[in-house]
């Protein structure tokens, strides 16, 4: 299979809904990335884990390399979080992030 | 956050053609990178450089390409000659370090490649 996979690839959320994404991956990566693309498809960085769990304001995700997984969660979603969100991991021995197929997250008010 | 600039946000070329697409990367990172994503796809890696050298490049980085960064300018991708498929948005990134410790990557707005 795809070495990241993520989900959902598609999410519609009122405003202040909670919500999450999810990558899994097939090997063992030593650091993650989230990213979120903005309409105009500016890449903007939100985390970056090795391991543990990290929050910034409304936003809180999670790496756990043993599992494979990483999830972004996001609370009380505004207008502005719209967008496509990535994850991109990293594996031991090589410099690429390999990047999730993203979530396109809609926000209604 | 630190910013990593690209010049210019679109080029429309004829295929053939050379195009240099150019990156300004955060003043104090050593590693940087070209990622390329096709309109409605993902983000794919091309290559990595640091101190002059390419480190790794997938292969997607075709033998018409090239990277350098000559005394500290701009970081460059060169696609000479180009092809239609070449038609994508080309993002640069920079990284302080390349692996271990706080590897955050940091891109650019990307430029828009046409080919004609």
């Known amino acids: 299979g795809m070495p990241v996979e993520q989900n959902p690839p598609a999410l519609s959320l009122y405003e202040g809904a909670d919500s999450g994404l999810r990558c899994n991956f097939s090997?063992?990566?030593?650091?993650v990335q989230w990213f979120q693309q903005n309409h105009r498809g500016r890449l903007i960085t939100l985390f970056y884990l090795a391991q543990g769990t990290k929050e910034n304001g409304r936003l809180k995700s999670t790496f756990n390399s043993k599992e494979r997984y990483s999830t972004l969660h996001i609370k009380d979603a505004q207008l502005e979080d719209s967008g496509t969100y990535f994850c991109?991991?990293?594996?031991?021995?090589?410099?690429?992030?390999?990047f999730g197929s993203g979530t396109q997250l809609t926000v209604m008010p | 956050g630190p910013k990593v600039l690209q010049i210019p946000s679109h080029q429309i070329i004829d295929m053939g053609q050379m195009v240099t697409l150019n990156c300004d990367p955060v003043?104090?990172?050593?590693?940087f990178y070209w990622y390329k994503q096709i309109l409605g796809q993902q983000m794919e890696f091309l290559v990595n450089f640091y101190n002059g050298k390419v480190m790794e490049k997938s292969k997607l980085f075709k033998d018409q390409f090239s990277v350098e960064r000559p005394d500290g300018s701009y970081f460059t991708l060169k696609i000479q000659p180009t092809a239609l498929e070449d038609s994508a948005v080309y993002f640069c990134?920079?990284?302080?370090?390349?692996?271990?410790?706080?590897?955050?990557?940091?891109f650019g707005a990307g430029t828009r490649l046409s080919v004609l």
């Open positions: 990134a920079s990284s302080r370090t390349g692996g271990g410790g706080q590897n955050t990557l940091y």
């Open positions: 991109a991991a990293q594996s031991s021995g090589s410099w690429q992030l390999i």
């Open positions: 090997t063992t990566m030593k650091s």
């Open positions: 003043s104090n990172h050593l590693y």
